[in-house]
Nanobody
C-alpha cells in the first residue's frame, strides 16, 4: 500500500525556518516525480517544488525560489522541503504528492498519490 505521510509543520515568525518531511512507502517503480504543493485559506492549491527522481532535476515556484529547497533521502524514503526566510504569505497547508513517471509537471492532475497535509503558519 502506497503511503505519503507529512510531518514538520508548525508556527514560526517571519524570517524563520521550518523543514517539512514526507515519508513515503510502497513505491514499486524506479522513477517518480515527487512534489510539494500548498493551499492557503480561500486560495487554490499551488505547486511549490518538485524533483524528478530519475534525473534529479528540481524546480521551484517563483514565489519560493531562493528560499525553499527540495531534497530527498532515497535510503530513508523521505522527501524534504527546507523552508527559509519564511513570510506570512507562506502560511498554508503543505502536502506532498507523487506520481510514477519520468519527468515532472506542475499540474495537480499529474499526481495520483497525496499525503494528508501539514499546516505551516507564519506570523509577522
Amino acid at each position: 500500500q502506497v503511503q505519503l505521510v507529512e510531518s514538520g509543520g508548525g508556527s514560526v515568525q517571519a524570517g524563520g525556518s521550518l523543514r517539512l518531511a514526507c515519508a513515503y512507502s510502497g513505491f514499486i517503480y524506479s522513477s517518480y516525480c515527487l512534489a510539494w504543493f500548498r493551499q492557503a485559506p480561500g486560495k487554490e492549491r499551488e505547486g511549490v517544488a518538485h524533483v524528478d527522481t530519475y534525473s534529479g532535476i528540481t524546480s521551484y515556484a517563483d514565489s519560493v525560489k531562493g528560499r525553499f529547497t527540495i531534497s530527498r533521502d532515497p535510503a530513508k524514503n523521505v522527501l524534504y522541503l527546507q523552508m527559509d526566510s519564511l513570510k506570512p504569505v507562506d502560511t498554508a497547508t503543505y502536502s506532498c504528492a507523487a506520481r510514477a513517471a519520468v519527468g515532472c509537471s506542475w499540474s495537480e492532475s499529474h499526481f495520483d498519490l497525496w499525503g494528508q497535509g501539514t499546516q505551516v503558519s507564519v506570523s509577522s
